[in-house]
């Protein structure tokens, strides 16, 4: 009877420990932490298109999926198009300078996260 009993004890007490997870990186999994950019200035040409890429990740630096918006601040630059490419998880901003500028700013949003790009136009 006695066996029985703490076998059953040490069953439960199994159970409940293959139960708790003890992953560090199951913390912050999934939860919008920052959005990442490939360039937080961009000098550009008068004229020329270019691009900025912008991403969010999760505390544990893993892509987190979503198209992210892009708002210039006025000034001499167009915001030519936004593309969201699923398979990177990442927009790309296209944008032209039309005249020569100290400096407009690119906001990005998404995922209740918000980052400044700066665009200087030569």
Wanted: glycine letters at 10%; a negative charge; proline letters at 3%.
């Amino acid at each position: 009877m006695k066996f029985r009993l703490y076998s059953l004890l040490a069953l439960v007490a199994t159970a409940g420990l293959v139960a708790c997870s003890d992953d560090p990186t199951d913390e912050g999994r999934g939860d919008p932490f920052a959005i990442v950019t490939d360039r937080t200035q961009l000098i550009a040409t008068e004229g020329v298109s270019t691009s900025i890429t912008a991403y969010t990740i999760d505390r544990n630096n893993r892509r987190i999926p979503g198209a992210l918006t892009g708002q210039l601040a006025g000034g001499p630059v167009s915001l030519d198009s936004t593309v969201y490419v699923q398979e990177l998880s990442e927009t790309r901003f296209f944008m032209t300078g039309t005249d020569a500028t100290d400096g407009v700013d690119l906001t990005i949003t998404g995922h209740n996260l918000t980052k400044t790009a700066h665009i200087i136009v030569e």
